[in-house]
């Protein structure tokens, strides 16, 4: 087992031993191009299918209406700038949050380059949109609403029922970067109506460099990628078959295990999270008090900078971070934590945990404690500098 205290989840899992082993024979056995006539071809085919079966499950829909991808980023493209091109004739004008993950909001400023109309919806001090604000925001020339499921950072679950009934009253398509969500909680593509929906095969005990994007049968969505016809024509190339039957696996294993999961893993967060600030006292719980993923636990700690903490921890083998892997190599307090109204201090405090059921108790219990310890040094360090 791992030296180390895994507490990074939400930016990426370990992937399962299942998954593994499901994958290896399209390596080196059946690793004919599923396209092929061959019988090793129709055995890599016949996999594909079952595996499109298994992530369509997951959000009750068609598995004709799956398309695979190469992970969460490239879903959240496709969907946001497919719609743009798609839609160019009747409006330019997409609504989505200050809050969603980069993937989203570069896309849009991407298009803003291009003669979009982006409006960017706030949130409250726990992450949440306001459904009002979102019907405000709404036009003729609204094109798409793109609400992420559940935040990266925090934990924050949206209300996808409400937006989707909002979207659809007025005629405006609906796209969720499901990314954090799926397989974590339940999600249903038709009851919350989406028509777009991202998801990503390693957050969830799948590989890295996965992930589809649920397209709502009749939607003309344009090709994200001109090739050999492959995925019904929209996403050319040939298939990443291990990496497809990977994800599949994962779906499937998460969605059978889905409420004995949530329930064990919300369990560790709780205990995890009511240890930390009775040692820690003065720390903050950033997110939503319930409206929240299973295994997120994001806090501010005022007087102490995030990264330090971050450097230290895992000098003692504890993997944490510090809101969202990819802001870690931009410079600058997390732009959720800001959009909630924390102070550009208090933001830099922030830490994120993300357990999973694979942790233990044992290991929770160690890393508040090794986190009390780090906080206690810190505010030495910071008294002996101003006195
Ligand atoms: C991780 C993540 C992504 C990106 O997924 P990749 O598969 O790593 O490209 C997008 N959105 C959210 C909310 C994520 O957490």
Redesign the pocket.
Known sequence: MNDFIYLDN??TTRVKEEVLEAMLPYFCESYGNPAAIYSPAGKAAKAVGLARQQVADVIGVKREEIYFTA????S?NWAIRGVYEMLSGKGNHIITTKVE?H??INTCKYLEGLGAKVTYLSVDEYGMISLEELKAAISPQTILISV?AA??EVGTIMPLEQIGEIAREHKVLFHT?A??AYGHIPLDAEKMHIDLL?A????LGGP?GI?FLYVKKGLKLPPLIYGGGQERGRRGGTLNVPGIVGMGCAAELALKAMNEQMKQVMYLRDCFAEKLLEEIPEAVLNGHPYNRLPGNVNVTIPGVEGESVLILLDQRGVCASSG??CSMAQEGPSHVLLAMGLTQEEARGAIRFSLSEENTEEELDKAVHVLKEIVVHLREIMLQKYT
């Open positions: 939400a930016a992970g969460g980023s490239e959240d993950h993937a989203v992420m935040n990266n970067d990314v954090q991202s990503s095969g390693h957050k890295k992930g969202s892997a």
